[in-house]
T-cell receptor
């Protein structure tokens, strides 16, 4: 079952614009992670935000987490054609001593040159 | 540092056959997780191994199994293949148990079942 649900499913923007992607989830989490996947290849970890954090930055990426609304957003500033990819949020829940990473279905981002 | 490697990269099998996929994690990583990715279901968690023990398992039938060796390399096996098993199989490694830190993914094995 999908814990994280991304929104929108697809996004098309012009190079230089900002891209905002959202992720909502249903149950309490330990942390939330964002990954990028270029067509049919492995995923690349972008950023991890813990449940007690509200915002994190990494280069052109900004991630926010609102645990009261059970939602997160990923902002890519000054987008480039190379940012074209699928983006996934993954929520981490703890069950006893075990942790479980659950991915959403992903957002397809197209950046037009 | 070498990344996560998966072999083979592509595989074509027929229904009823079995298949074994291999994953070599980044040196020093003790956790290996496996995922199945399909257009319809997205990324689905199969199982995680940590220090040779299965730590977590997703909702897949018993035809899907795995193991981890003392050098942290992992294999997954799918027996009695079905058409619906066609997918990209991804493995990911991490230093600690998955979920606590970032996972590093391999390029995947694309399995086609005819």
């Amino acid at each position: 079952s999908q814990q994280g649900e991304e929104d929108p499913q697809a996004l098309s923007i012009q190079e230089g614009e900002n891209a905002t992607m959202n992720c909502s989830y249903k149950t309490s989490i330990n942390n939330l992670q964002w990954y990028r996947q270029n067509s049919g290849r492995g995923l690349v970890h972008l950023i991890l935000i813990r449940s007690n954090e509200r915002e994190k930055h990494s280069g052109r990426l900004r991630v926010t987490l609102d645990t009261s609304k059970k939602s997160s957003s990923l902002l890519i500033t000054a987008s480039r054609a190379a940012d074209t990819a699928s983006y996934f949020c993954a929520t981490v829940t703890l069950t006893g001593a075990n942790s479980k990473l659950t991915f959403g279905k992903g957002i397809t981002l197209s950046v037009r040159p | 540092k070498a990344g996560v490697t998966q072999t083979p990269r592509y595989l074509i099998k027929t229904r009823g056959q079995q298949v074994t996929l291999s994953c070599s994690p980044i040196s020093g990583h003790r956790s290996v997780s496996w995922y199945q990715q399909t257009p319809g279901q997205g990324l689905q968690f199969l199982f995680e191994y940590f220090s040779e023990t299965q730590r977590n398992k997703g909702n897949f039938p018993g035809r899907f199994s795995g193991r981890q060796f003392s050098n942290s390399r992992s294999e997954m096996n799918v027996s009695t293949l079905e058409l619906g098993d066609s997918a990209l199989y991804l493995c990911a490694s991490s230093r600690m148990a998955s979920g606590y830190n970032e996972q590093f993914f391999g390029p995947g094995t694309r399995l086609t079942v005819l």
